[in-house]
């Protein structure tokens, strides 16, 4: 029985992945690359917050204005969806592709209430007259806080392709590489949220 190059390239596109194997470490590289620039950005975000942060011009302080409770069930919504990220990831490696879309699916509905409570923030402080035009301590709430919002917006589109993907092409080595990768931006907007909800919203009230 003769087997040409063409078969073994499709079947082993179709194989679930081994995690023990560094098949795609240029990619992983590349995006852990991506992750240290993205550091780089949210450091110099934080460092302008805590420069500016009292600069309030007689304007709302953050005791003023920020509301601890809702912070915290914004951050406990985030860390609930990195753990159901987490177990799309776990079954993958089953290659169980009716449990993956099932997780992706969660972490996606997780991930919008998310930015749903942050656009209401948002919208509230607005509203009252506290806008990132009435002082540089609340311009750099604005901007450091937006673009981590800006950011989970960015991963719940980049979730529905991945969730289309895995539903018509279920578990190749491909789809496996993406979900992988698109798990380590998700923890590290959990891991960067969590910075934020201590040294913005827990230091500010305190």
């Given at each position: 029985?003769t087997?040409?190059?063409?078969?073994?390239?499709?079947?082993?596109?179709?194989?679930?992945?081994?995690?023990?194997?560094?098949?795609?470490?240029k990619?992983?590289?590349?995006?852990?690359?991506?992750?240290?620039?993205?550091?780089?950005?949210?450091?110099?975000?934080?460092?302008?917050?805590?420069?500016l942060?009292?600069?309030?011009?007689?304007?709302?302080?953050?005791?003023?204005?920020?509301?601890?409770?809702?912070?915290?069930?914004?951050?406990m919504?985030?860390?609930?969806?990195?753990?159901?990220?987490?177990?799309?990831?776990?079954?993958?490696?089953?290659?169980?592709?009716?449990?993956?879309?099932?997780?992706?699916?969660?972490?996606?509905?997780?991930?919008?209430?998310?930015?749903?409570?942050?656009?209401?923030?948002?919208?509230?402080?607005?509203?009252?007259?506290?806008?990132?035009?009435?002082?540089?301590?609340?311009?750099?709430?604005?901007?450091?806080?937006?673009?981590?919002?800006?950011?989970?917006?960015?991963?719940?589109?980049?979730?529905?392709?991945?969730?289309?993907?895995?539903?018509?092409?279920?578990v190749?080595?491909?789809?496996?590489?993406?979900?992988?990768?698109?798990?380590?931006?998700?923890h590290f907007?959990?891991?960067?949220?969590?910075?934020?909800?201590?040294?913005v919203?827990?230091?500010?009230?305190?």
């Amino acid at each position: 029985m003769t087997i040409y190059h063409s078969d073994i390239v499709k079947d082993a596109s179709k194989a679930v992945p081994d995690p023990h194997q560094d098949a795609y470490s240029k990619a992983t590289l590349g995006f852990w690359i991506y992750l240290m620039t993205d550091c780089i950005i949210f450091a110099t975000l934080f460092c302008t917050y805590h420069v500016l942060k009292g600069g309030t011009f007689g304007g709302p302080t953050s005791q003023d204005i920020f509301n601890l409770k809702e912070a915290f069930i914004e951050t406990m919504i985030l860390l609930f969806s990195t753990v159901t990220c987490g177990m799309g990831v776990l079954a993958a490696l089953k290659n169980k592709k009716r449990a993956i879309v099932t997780w992706l699916g969660l972490t996606f509905l997780l991930g919008a209430s998310f930015i749903a409570l942050e656009l209401r923030e948002f919208h509230n402080l607005v509203v009252e007259g506290h806008s990132w035009t009435q002082s540089a301590f609340l311009s750099s709430f604005f901007t450091l806080v937006g673009t981590h919002g800006f950011h989970v917006s960015v991963g719940l589109l980049w979730l529905v392709v991945m969730m289309f993907q895995v539903g018509f092409a279920g578990v190749t080595v491909d789809t496996f590489r993406r979900l992988v990768i698109f798990s380590l931006f998700w923890h590290f907007l959990d891991l960067v949220w969590i910075f934020i909800f201590t040294f913005v919203y827990l230091m500010g009230v305190l």
